[in-house]
DNA sequence: AGCAGAACATACTCGCGGGTATGTCGTCAA
DNA sequence: TTGACGACATACCCGCGAGTATGTTCTGCT
């Protein structure tokens, strides 16, 4: 018996899983979910299906690991920043707008396909274990989103940033920072800080009140 | 013999051309290309694949004309707005956005189609006809941010905005927009004018100087 | 030593979906 | 009026890829 998701237990003996997962994660992000075949990601680690099959018991299966894991790091990253009430919001928002830049660079093929998770359309007529693993990812894109209007709100509150909704403010600040991953490719050259601090000042200014 | 690209002709003969073109979007937008079926296309046209592929030869050229109308759309949209040279740059940037984020939310079958269009793994072993059509559609995507690049560089140079590199500040500009397809949906009681008035503001005070 | 189970590999099945080959119906020009 | 061609529908082929069934090897435990 083995079970179905890599979520609940831990340790040495699930190293095994941890390899198909991140191969599984690097292959998604290059052809996402459905131009993937389980094949492909067996030839990244340089074996067969069987290998795949012995840990996950379906494709899907192994997508939403990727997703719920990705989304599990965020959340992590951004609570610490959230909780520094003795820092002004504007300053929060930049080091948490900082912090998501430097994930969507760096943890490049777990991140990337939970921002490319769009197409979770195996939700269709997916089963009812499924279902809920993805509502549980959404419920946390949610919650992430969420830290992020509550920063906002903080920071209208102090007069610091527009009266916007801030719930309808995150989706730009997101959006201009989940699109690094379409177009950013790691490089020798690419400075990574200097992007990451440049797009953190942009999205603050953005909310501040037009002079 | 049939056409394989709708691109040349025009006229009423090429009304169930456009007809096909229309559906494959739709369905494309929801379901991405390698997810969407020509049975699904047919479907929604409630007829077969006859008549698909009576007007084009492949999947990849249906979705390859949905690219090549989108960005043709796209620009033919944003240069009277770039001409406006009488106009200051933040106005005429937050005009481009405004229409940007208009367009985002209203033509949503077919700009969807193009901004989601990273599917381009068909670019690998396709015939050389379909790698010249994507090479064209990447070319207009690079025309078009490259007008908003244009607009940023004047704005840093009239001292309306900050010092940064205009083809990377188009990044998070574009990326704050585009984004917009991913969340938002139609709604009886959506207010697009709103939606697309504070994005435009966003974008545009994201460029400002840092008070 | 020997056995149980983990950790894979091999060899299949089988349905879905892209593409093709061919038929059928209407229309319009000569 | 007929015949050519456009505009589809029907029926098919065929490969790819998800999932399965069944080995085989290795490892740890007793």
Redesign the interface.
């Known amino acids: 018996m083995v079970m179905q998701s890599g979520l609940g237990r831990r340790g040495p003996a699930e190293a095994g899983r941890m390899e198909v997962l991140n191969a599984a994660a690097t292959v998604f992000m290059e052809?996402?979910?459905?131009?993937t075949s389980v094949d492909d990601i067996a030839e990244v680690l340089g074996s067969t299906k069987g290998r795949i099959y012995h840990y996950y018991r379906s494709k899907a299966d192994i997508f939403l690991d990727v997703l719920t894991l990705a989304m599990l790091d965020l959340l992590e990253r951004i609570r610490p920043i959230a909780e520094q009430r003795d820092l002004p919001p504007d300053a929060r928002l930049h080091a948490a707008a900082r912090m998501h830049a430097t994930v969507m660079m760096t943890q490049s093929a777990r991140s990337r396909v939970a921002v490319?998770g769009?197409?979770m359309?195996l939700m269709q007529e997916a089963g009812a274990k499924q279902r809920r693993a993805l509502q549980a990812f959404v419920d946390m894109r949610d919650e992430y989103e969420q830290y992020f209007a509550d920063i906002v709100a903080d920071g209208t509150r102090a007069g610091l940033f527009?009266d916007?909704a801030p719930r309808?403010?995150a989706?730009?600040?997101?959006?201009?920072?989940?699109?690094?991953n379409?177009?950013y490719r790691p490089r020798p050259g690419s400075d990574i800080e200097n992007?990451a601090e440049?797009?953190a000042?942009?999205?603050v200014?953005?909310?501040?009140p037009?002079?």
Request: charged residues 15%; positive net charge; aromatic residues 14%.
């Open positions: 052809r996402g979910f459905t131009a490319q769009t197409e359309h527009r916007v309808l403010a989706k730009p600040i997101l959006g201009a920072l989940n699109w690094i379409m177009w992007i440049e797009f000042t942009f999205v200014n953005g909310l501040r037009t002079g």
